[in-house]
């Protein structure tokens, strides 16, 4: 992963990228590749707070949103492997945001 401005230009493009997919991946129309859609987004959010300190928090927050979305479609019932991954994906989240970032008052 590149570091500085050119990796944190190519993650925002990479976020962007993957916001534009979910307005055709909608869950509703399919909801796997939504769910997967969701993990990258989260993937993407947490490798920017890796480079972009400054934003690391709102990085973590908003792959948190992202990686919990895709866990409402990767239930451990239907799709363990998925929902394994992503729930993996999600304790590093919660982990670094308990390192990096201070409690909301």
């Not at 055709?24 to 939504?34: E, H, K, N, Q, S």
């Not at 969701?38 to 990085?59: S, T, W, Y």
């Not at 992503?86 to 409690?103: F, K, N, V, Y």
Request: with cysteine.
């Amino acid at each position: 992963l590149s570091g500085g401005a050119a990796g944190i230009a190519l993650l925002d493009e990479a976020v962007e990228t993957h916001r534009a997919a979910l307005e055709v991946r909608t869950r509703d129309a399919l909801p796997v590749d939504w769910a997967l859609t969701q993990e990258n987004l989260a993937m993407a959010f947490k490798a920017l707070a890796q480079i972009d300190p400054g934003r690391r928090c709102a990085h973590l927050a908003a792959a948190r949103i992202a990686v919990c979305e895709a866990l409402t479609v990767y239930t451990p019932e239907h799709m363990p492997y998925d929902h394994g991954t992503a729930s993996q994906l999600r304790a590093e989240i919660e982990s670094a945001i308990t390192e990096h970032c201070p409690p909301a008052p």
